[in-house]
Structure formats: structure tokens, C-alpha cells
């Protein structure tokens, strides 16, 4: 099964931006959509933004609507790369930071069946 790998996170401060990246490993592979979501200590994973890989098409959580963009890099359903680019980071953002691909659109966690590992975003105030 093909993994996915998560790079980018890190500290930064309160109205900072970073790009997190997500990539598969040892090989592209194909997906209809590709999303972000993100868990904080104590609370449960949660919807980030997801975007379609045949129309481009983007969502977003209301919580980072308007501070974050998601982007792929791909060849119609074949995915090279996918990024998350968070600008007016706030504490709040901090959370560890999965990306995902799924067979159809969706923003519900239990229709994604391919995850990474994750990758840290912590926002100091």
C-alpha cells in the first residue's frame, strides 16, 4: 500500500505562515481527492481542507477559511504532491497535521483509507 509522508511543520509564531507538504512514497499513485486534517492534544482529528484531484476543486473548514490554501501538484488522479499553505497561523492551529487521499469527495474522516504519519505545527503566542 502506498504510504504517505508529511513534511513542513514546526514552531512558529502567532500570525506566521508555513507549508506543509505531502508526498507519496516510492511511487505516485492515483486518487480522486487529497485532504488535510489535524488533531490537537485531547481533541478529536478534524477536517482541514480537501481538494479534488480531477477538477481542482477546493473546501475548507470555516475554523481556516480565508488563512489557508490547498494545493496539488498532479496529473489528472495521479498525485505528485499535495500542499497546505497557512498563513495568520494561531495558537489555536496547533496540531499534528495528517494528510490524506480518499476515492470520492468528501470531508468525513472515514472516507479516507490512506494516511501519513503526521507532522507537528505548533504556534506560540
Known amino acids: 500500500q502506498v504510504q504517505l509522508v508529511e513534511s513542513g511543520g514546526g514552531l512558529v509564531q502567532a500570525g506566521g505562515s508555513l507549508r506543509l507538504s505531502c508526498a507519496p512514497s516510492?511511487?505516485?499513485?492515483?486518487?480522486?481527492?487529497m485532504a488535510w486534517f489535524r488533531q490537537a492534544p485531547g481533541k478529536e482529528r478534524e477536517f482541514v481542507a480537501v481538494?479534488?484531484?480531477?477538477?481542482?476543486?477546493?473546501?475548507?473548514?470555516d475554523s481556516v477559511k480565508g488563512r489557508f490554501t490547498i494545493s496539488s501538484f498532479n496529473a489528472r488522479n495521479t498525485v505528485f504532491r499535495v500542499y497546505l499553505q497557512m498563513n495568520s497561523l494561531k495558537v489555536d492551529d496547533t496540531a499534528v497535521y495528517y494528510c490524506?487521499?480518499?476515492?470520492?469527495?468528501?470531508?468525513?474522516?472515514?472516507?479516507?483509507?490512506?494516511w501519513g504519519q503526521g507532522t507537528q505545527v505548533t504556534v506560540s503566542s
Open positions: 481538494i479534488s484531484m480531477n477538477f481542482g476543486t477546493t473546501d475548507y473548514a
Open positions: 516510492g511511487r505516485t499513485f492515483s486518487t480522486a481527492t
Open positions: 490524506a487521499a480518499g476515492s470520492r469527495w468528501s470531508t468525513s474522516i472515514g472516507t479516507y483509507n490512506t
